[in-house]
């Protein structure tokens, strides 16, 4: 697991080097039914935040039904909905999977809620 989180970290810190993103958006930490995957999620949460703070890159945290009812328009939605408006909202745009899918709509949920810079 620690290379595991040291390569999450890495990774990120490089894709941060070579786009020099403004600023970063994550959910916030959401208690799961298995306090295993809660605790996993965590860890691989802090990775991201550590490698943000690394880079001086400020993290705009937003709880997951804001940011499903920011892209679908409703706090209850669906990963199925939340992909289907992700790819509406992006058209064009190859989407990896529902994570990728999660990912993408926090960032659009940020750049309508997180105050501007």
């Keep these: ?3 595991r989180l040291a ?3 890495a990774g990120l810190a490089e ?3 070579a786009h020099h993103p403004a600023r970063a958006a994550a959910e916030e930490i959401f208690v799961n039914k298995n306090p295993q995957s809660t605790l996993k999620l965590a ?24 940011v499903k009812k920011a892209v679908t328009g409703t706090g209850g939605a669906e990963k ?3 992909a289907a408006m992700v790819k509406v ?5 190859v989407i990896a999977g529902s994570d ?6 926090v960032a659009i949920a940020d750049a309508h809620l997180a105050p501007r810079i």
């Design 15 to 17: 894709v941060i080097a």
């Design 100 to 105: 990728a899918a999660d990912a993408l709509a």
């Design 1 to 3: 697991m620690a290379e």
């Design 89 to 93: 909202l992006l058209p064009g745009v």
């Design 43 to 66: 860890q691989a949460r802090g990775c991201v935040l550590a490698a943000c703070g690394a880079a001086g890159l400020g993290v705009n945290e937003h709880a997951a039904r804001l």
């Design 7 to 9: 390569a999450l970290q």
């Design 80 to 82: 199925a909905q939340v």
